[in-house]
């Protein structure tokens, strides 16, 4: 039984199409983070919920819009999508803040 | 701002060999730090973390990670390597301007050879 499952798994799409990449996890943790990994394995954090409440909210284009129908959920949602949003997001689960971090599979975005 | 660094962007040691990964990191306070292993094709998985206590921390398939206040380093260790290590490993340390938010390194690939 997946810990945290994203979906889809792979997604290739045009530019300018709008997409979103659900996040589901089943650990009962209370905070949830996206992360984005680009194509030379940096790992760099976007959002997190807290209890379906945002708190942390980088510098991101607000093309991409979060979020979290409730704690077991995080959704991403992207609009006018470009060649640089190519890459693998990932979506994670802890329940300290900050502790022990899962991460679900990853979901490989390419734009063409 | 606090940050971690990976000096080694790969680390090639032979089977059965003692390996090591570094990690330095700066940090104004108490570290938190962790180490995470990728597999190909794969999300990252939690190996350690270091918050308070023992310097040495010991973490999944048999890992090891070895605090150093005054080096500000946290190198990850196994004193046997395993073809089946090979893989990228992530140092990470808590952002203290906020609680929840945890910065990864650039990553160092290990690379086990038989």
Redesign the interface.
Known sequence: DTAVSQTPKYLVTQMGNDKSIKCEQNLGHDTMYWYKQDSKKFLKIMFSYNNKELIINETVPNRFSPKSPDKAHLNLHINSLELGDSAVYFCASSQDMPGELFFGEGSRLTVL | AQSVAQPEDQVNVAEGNPLTVKCTYSVSGNP?L?W?V?YP??????LL?YITGDNLVKGSYGFEAEFNKSQTSFHLKKPSALVSDSA?Y?CAV?DYS???????G??TRLSIRP
């Open positions: 938190y962790f995470y990728q094709n794969r999300g990252l998985q939690f973390k990228l992530f808590r906020s609680a929840s938010k945890i910065i990864f650039s990553g």
